[in-house]
């Protein structure tokens, strides 16, 4: 998160902090476009060929995609951090597209491009499309 941009609380006009964040959730996912289209390598057709950029471009959208969220979820109690599950549970009661558009996020994103480092190009443009779906969910309600 940028330290220049206040967290939520802090801030008298709560509204105007979510946008300001929003926007840098935006910059996230903008940055990993970048970083796939200019250090992803082309390997073989529908491939990516470096692994290292596929997984850092894949952790800067999934970063987006938290701090969108943190516009709309409260903040904990000083020392409790959040969880997966803590997005999830308030996805649940909010709205069912979104909640599964943050899991498929969560495993396309995280695990998949992440932690395993796939080069699959769909699989990557899949979970950049489900993080900005949720950036857009975030911006709108």
């Known amino acids: 998160m940028n330290p220049a941009i206040p967290c939520l609380p802090c801030l008298p006009d709560r509204q105007a902090a979510g946008r300001e964040h929003i926007e840098e959730a935006k910059r996230y996912l903008s940055n990993a476009r970048e970083i796939l289209k200019s250090k992803g390598g082309n390997g073989a057709p529908g491939y990516y060929s470096d692994a ?3 997984k850092m471009a894949c ?3 999934w970063c987006g ?3 969108a969220m943190d516009t709309k979820i409260p903040q ?3 020392g409790k951090r959040k969880t997966v599950d803590t997005y999830k549970q ?4 909010r709205n ?3 909640l599964n558009d943050f899991v498929e996020a969560y495993n396309h994103l995280h695990l998949f491009g992440g932690y395993d480092g796939t080069l699959i190009r769909k699989t990557i ?3 950049i499309q489900l993080a900005q ?6 911006e709108k309600n």
Do not use: D
Request: proline share 4%.
């Open 96 to 98: 069912r597209k979104a």
């Open 76 to 78: 904990l109690p000083k």
């Open 90 to 93: 308030y996805l649940a009661t």
């Open 52 to 54: 290292k950029y596929v």
């Open 59 to 61: 952790h800067t959208a």
């Open 133 to 138: 779906n949720i950036i857009n969910w975030c």
């Open 65 to 67: 995609v938290l701090v």
């Open 125 to 127: 443009h899949t979970g």
